[in-house]
């Protein structure tokens, strides 16, 4: 499973993430990824996580493993909700958090990872679309 975290630079502290609970998967972050960047670095991704970085049609269509979306904080315009509607891909957020501050960033790490476990044990949590 390849999971990439396209803009870890916008969460405040850069936290550092806990683990998965797979027995194989690639982690990718990029710290600011520009939007043929995230073209170019997440065509295999299984699972993009994104604070800001807009998350287009065109990457939601060709990224042909993609299974999951992340919005990492409250917001989630930045994502092509219908783009994934019409690929049958669930996105997630994590609610009522930005971001802006370490304490924040730090609760939006433990979120994604516990959304990803969610995910994968077939009872997603915080679906948005």
């Not at 975290?5 to 550092?16: A, I, Y």
């Not at 287009?56 to 904080?73: D, H, Q, R, Y």
């Not at 939006?108 to 990803?116: E, S």
């Not at 969610?118 to 949590?125: N, Q, R, S, V």
Request: hydrophobic share 45%; proline share 7%.
């Amino acid at each position: 499973m390849n999971i990439v975290l396209v803009d870890s630079g916008q969460l405040s502290g850069m936290p550092e993430f806990p683990p998965v609970n797979l027995p194989k998967f690639a982690w990718l972050e990029y710290v600011d990824l520009t939007e043929d960047g995230v073209d170019d670095r997440c065509w295999r991704a299984d699972i993009i996580i994104s604070v800001n970085t807009p998350i287009n049609a065109k990457v939601i269509s060709e990224t042909f493993k993609l299974k999951l979306l992340i919005a990492a904080g409250d917001k989630s315009d930045h994502i092509d909700l219908a783009a994934a509607k019409k690929r049958g891909i669930p996105v997630c957020n994590i609610p009522g958090l930005t971001g802006d501050t370490p304490e924040n960033a730090r609760k939006i790490a433990d979120q994604i990872i516990d959304t990803i476990h969610a995910w994968l044990d077939e009872k997603p949590i915080n679906l948005i679309a």
